[in-house]
């Protein structure tokens, strides 16, 4: 039988943190070698909720070793757990969103050392979505293109980074540079541009809806998660998946052939 492919995660104790716990903990190719929390914080040497998961630590034992490091600590966090990924020369899975453009070029620059992968959002629905708005906005290049998202109260960031990325592959698809999220719009749209919608409220897990609007008909496509296991199944595929990568920075869309 090979070996389990050992993985810290770093936010462990967040939302996120723990439904990735819950889904390593169910399966026996996979096992939880850390669980990284911020520095200063209260729980740290507590329990985990999740049985025969590590007590919450701040930083990494020399004495622990690991393929993946799985980060989604938002973009507060974000550093550290990619500086810890290559001092130790750990594969990298991050799903933390908010970032700003300097960590998007270290993660280009730590993708020479290490294999890794960064996604908004690791929801195989999400990925197929993304292939196709790409495709509907390159068949309709004059349709504007509305990205409508909807999250729970405690997101930080707005619009979603999987709505950015959305808008992104629009613009590639035609040709055209990615929008600037412009959230108080007033005014009349010029023809075929991307535009973003957002509303926040109570536990909505994630919704995308890429509307393509012409003139006495439109497209929508449309993307609901209804349960955050979705995002933790997703990224441990993508770390399982990951182990076995040389270094480089790798997609969703590499790992499922798209
Ligand atoms: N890619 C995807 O599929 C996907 C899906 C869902 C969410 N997300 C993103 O993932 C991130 C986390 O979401 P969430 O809902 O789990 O948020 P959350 O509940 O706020 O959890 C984030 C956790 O990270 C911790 N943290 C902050 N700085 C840290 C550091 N330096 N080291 C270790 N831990 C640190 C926070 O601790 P404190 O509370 O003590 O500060 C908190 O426990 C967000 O950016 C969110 O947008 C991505």
């Given at each position: 039988m090979s070996e389990s492919i050992r993985i810290v995660i770093s936010g462990a104790a967040g939302r996120m943190g723990k439904a990735l716990s819950s889904v390593i903990a169910e399966r026996d190719d996979v096992s939880l070698v850390a669980t990284l929390i911020r520095?200063?914080?209260?729980?740290?040497?507590r329990p985990t909720p999740t049985a025969g998961a590590p007590n919450y630590a701040t930083r990494l034992p020399e004495s622990v070793i690991a393929d993946v490091l799985i980060d989604f600590s938002a973009s507060s966090g974000f550093d550290a757990a990619l500086e810890l990924a290559l001092t130790r020369n750990i594969a990298f899975v991050s799903g933390s969103t908010g970032l700003d453009p300097s960590q998007i070029e270290a993660l280009d620059q730590a993708a020479r050392r290490i294999p890794l992968m960064w996604a908004a959002n690791f929801s195989v629905g999400v990925a197929v979505l993304e292939h196709l708005v790409g495709e509907a906005a390159r068949l309709l290049p004059d349709w504007d293109c509305e990205i409508i998202e909807s999250h729970h109260?405690?997101?930080?960031?707005?619009?979603?980074g999987t709505a950015l990325t959305l808008g992104r592959r629009a613009g590639e698809a035609r040709g055209v540079d990615a929008p600037d999220p412009d959230l108080d719009r007033n005014g009349r749209r010029d023809v075929g541009t991307i535009g973003y919608s957002v509303s926040r409220g109570g536990d909505i897990v994630g919704e995308h809806e890429v509307r393509l609007a012409g003139f006495g008909e439109r497209v929508e496509l449309i993307h609901r998660a209804t349960d955050r296991a979705i995002f933790a199944k997703g990224a441990l595929t993508a770390a399982c998946w990951l182990s076995?990568?040389?270094p480089g920075r790798y997609s969703m869309a590499d790992m499922l052939g798209l």
């Open positions: 520095p200063g914080s209260e729980l740290e040497n109260r405690h997101k930080l960031d707005a619009p979603s076995r990568q040389v």
